[in-house]
């Protein structure tokens, strides 16, 4: 019995050893083909592309509007689009035109399939304009409308054996000609937000400048040498680790002038300036958007935040909801106001301050965030810090210095016997320098500067005695 376990047992162990044996050699030969296959694959892959080459020695580069899918608009692409108007106007025999700088004048592009050629060095490149349709799903749902656009494409075909010079040295010429080109042909331009995603642009005229705003004259100077810092800061941002952007709070009563400074802030650093409507955004995602497509050298503009959205006392707001939990009471026009609210903007206070100073607020350089509002004490303390409001400035009511400004640019005339009448009046009532300038305006050929100046005089006293007539009433109501 243990003879015949024995011989069982040496029979089971060589019949395992032989089905290993069996295995390996399988294995092997199968390993042994796939190497062939792989070894033949990347022969006949590198004969297959000698003899494209042989046949088409041509390769080709493209050069997409957009990086990023929809995110945001290629730099590369305006400055190839830039670089070609030159040989549009010589060779294409399809356009595009557009207004220019000079109002006189058409800047042209190449129209869809349209081909032009170029020399650089003694190559000769072909550049192809086109667009096309995009998928219906390409992974941006959250676009919106904008991701269904046409997306146009520059391609650059050129011969093989041209490679190094083109890529090295043909293209960076191309881009820094075309950053050239857009300089001398920018025209500054106002944007606004048509749709919850979307810029659209008017060119940007407004005449206002510091050399004709109404302030004090060392206020203006300080806020000047503010901008001036900042416009020269790349350095500094760069070595401290910030982003280079900085925020501006204007805060004042109506017809204070703060929409007059940001058109003064604009011309004086030749920045564009994007005026977003925060009531026209739908979503968080929605404003990230408008964010990724501004431009350096800019300056983006909220007015009246404190009425655009219900942002000001979002905190307070939550706790007065838990205080009416508790009492259990919920007044009637709180529920209508809420529902109304619910079908409107969806942006929220995180999503405006990760707008204002989070991650999303580095993509870009060089732009100044304007905040106004009527009523800064209505703002949530988080909205306004120093690091998101960098400087506030006080838009306040016209002082005498502003005066003798507005009676210089308005009338022409540095002094007057009414002056020392006028600069006691303003001590003692609140005239808006719209107002003032107003009053000083000519508005007949008859009108000159002392009757000018007399009406502002009347208008100021009627004013006092509006303003002294309320406070003997509310005495009486005391």
């Given amino acids: 019995m243990e003879a015949s376990s024995s011989v069982w047992s040496g029979l089971n162990s060589g019949v395992v050893l032989s089905l290993i044996a ?27 592309r000698r003899l494209a080459a042989m046949v088409d020695p041509y390769l080709s580069l493209t050069i997409a509007e957009y990086d990023g899918g929809r995110m945001r608009r290629s730099d590369a692409y305006e400055e190839v689009k830039a670089y070609l108007r030159g040989a549009c106007s010589r060779d294409a025999r399809h356009l595009r035109a557009e207004g220019g700088k000079d109002a006189n004048k058409l800047v042209l592009s190449m129209a869809d399939r349209e081909e032009v050629a170029d020399d650089f060095q003694g190559a000769r490149v ?19 409308a904008a991701a269904q656009e046409d997306r146009r494409f520059y391609q650059l075909f050129f011969l093989e054996r041209h490679r190094e010079l083109v890529l090295g040295a043909y293209l960076p010429r191309v881009r820094q000609m075309g950053r050239d080109a ?9 944007f606004t937000n048509i749709s919850t995603s979307q810029w659209s642009h008017v060119v940007f005229e407004h005449p206002k400048t510091f050399a004709t705003l109404a302030m004090d004259p060392a206020k203006k100077k300080e806020i000047m040498d503010d901008l001036d ?16 952007k900085r925020g501006y709070l204007l805060y004042g009563p109506p017809g204070t002038g703060k929409s007059a400074m940001i058109a003064a802030m604009a011309n004086y650093l030749d920045y564009d300036i994007y005026d977003i409507e925060l009531t026209s955004v739908h979503s968080n995602s929605d404003l990230r958007k408008l964010f990724i497509e501004t431009k350096s050298k800019s300056i983006i503009v909220i007015e009246d935040i404190d009425c655009s959205l219900d942002l000001s006392g979002s905190r307070k707001n939550k706790e007065e909801t838990a205080e009416d939990k508790k009492d259990g009471s919920t007044p009637a026009g709180d529920k209508a106001e809420k529902k109304k609210a619910d079908t409107s903007s969806k942006v929220t206070l995180s999503g405006l301050l990760n707008f204002i100073d989070g991650l999303w607020s580095a993509c870009g350089a ?4 304007v905040f106004t509002t009527n009523h800064v004490e209505k703002l949530d303390p988080a909205l ?8 506030h400035i006080e838009m306040s009511y016209c002082g005498f210095e502003a005066f003798k400004f507005l009676a210089n640019t308005y009338l022409g005339v540095v002094s007057h016997e009414l002056f020392d009448d006028i600069r ?11 107002d003032v300038a107003e009053n000083l305006t000519r508005k007949s ?14 208008e100021l006293q009627e004013a006092k005695k509006m303003a002294n007539g309320e406070n003997g009433q509310d005495e009486q109501d005391g």
């Fill in 445 to 458: 050929v008859d009108d000159d500067a002392h009757s000018c100046l007399a009406s502002l005089v009347r």
């Fill in 182 to 190: 857009m300089l001398q042909n920018r025209q500054r331009k106002l």
């Fill in 126 to 144: 072909w550049w192809l304009a086109y667009s096309k349709s995009p998928p219906r799903n390409d992974g941006f749902p959250w676009w919106g």
């Fill in 424 to 434: 006691e009046l303003l001590q003692e009532v609140n005239m808006t320098p719209a």
């Fill in 384 to 391: 306004v810090r120093r690091g998101r409001m960098d400087k």
């Fill in 366 to 369: 060089e732009r100044l965030i």
């Fill in 22 to 48: 069996v295995l390996w050699t399988v294995v092997w030969q199968n390993l042994q083909h796939l190497q062939l296959q792989q070894t033949f694959g990347r022969h006949m892959s590198r004969h297959a």
């Fill in 229 to 244: 810092m900042f416009k020269a800061g790349k350095e500094y941002h760069a070595r401290v680790g910030k982003a280079w």
